[in-house]
């Protein structure tokens, strides 16, 4: 065990008290007014896009980072080229 | 061939979840292709436990039912990129495991992994059943203490009866992971021994995890305690008991974590 990793190894309980914080307080709905607004996101999101092009699920990447100060979404969709829609 | 091998107690809090991640992690570690899918529905923690509790989109329950594809609900590892986490759901009944959806899951994960690691939830209903179902290995998780070697009993029974392996007549492979064991209370004869629990269970022992602050820390900052630290007793414990399940003959030893000088004087206030 080296100097750095025993310094950090102190830290383990506030690491641990600030996870939990972000992660509760996204589950009880304190972040955004609502239980899980990401996940709400998403699904009305993908519902918007495939009511006008058909995508398969295959085609859909769905990532999420649900953090303190900022939650990312990112949702990346392939969409058909309009030659392989009509071929 | 892939392996499916349940990681089950009967009795809750004697670490399963702790070993399925580290069982995992040491896996993938040794270049095992490794996913560890938890069947706690409605009380998931694998995620937070394995530090990607942020990162959940999809789960174990959207996949049985179609509303998701395997590969859009696999979480990979950030530290190892040939381990994955499949969650369970948290807000749905367990209920909606259906035995078909989940050998069609475990099916599919078969032709993707090494190894997939099952974590069961504690009891005997649904989800543990499920859990056990399909495994071609299990591994009881067991503490040194009258109640949990009496649910490891009734556990052991379960497989021996329940799963799909016992239906058809063949056996299970079945080992006991002790852990949480004090070497130190066991020799002043205040906590039962290896040998009294192997003797009142008398299934192979895969390995001794011993009582170890770095576990808490591990699970603190969401990391397995074979990643978080590897050099730490309960990680080379488990580093053992993986060499074990391959198949190599490790000689049995208790690690312990042997502290310097630094470590003497703080070590009781870290953590």
Known sequence: ?87 | MAKVLVVTSGKGGVGKTTSSAALGAALAHGGEKVVVIDFDVGLRNLDLVMGAERRVVFDLINVVQGDAKLNQALIRDKRLENLSLLPASQTRDKDALTEEGVERVLNELREKFDWIICDSPAGIERGATMAMRHADVAVVVTNPEVSSVRDSDRIIGLLDSKTEKAEKGERIEKHLLLTRYDPVRAERGEMLKVDDVLEILSIPLIGIIPESEEVLRASNVGSPVTLNNPASAPGRAYFDAVRRLKGETVELTIPTDRKGLFGKLFGRRAA
């Not at chain 1, 939990?20 to 918007?48: M, N, S, T, W, Y």
């Open chain 1, 1 to 87: 065990m080296n100097l750095l990793s025993f310094f950090n190894r102190r830290t383990s309980a506030p690491v641990a008290r600030e996870r939990l914080q972000i992660l509760l307080a996204h589950e009880r709905g304190i972040v955004g007014g609502k239980p899980d607004l990401v996940a709400q996101l998403r699904e009305e999101i993908l519902a918007v896009v495939r009511r006008h092009v058909m995508v398969e699920q295959d085609n859909v990447q769905v990532k999420m980072n649900r953090d303190s100060d900022i939650s990312t979404l990112e949702i990346e969709i392939e969409i058909p080229a309009p030659a392989a829609v009509s071929a």
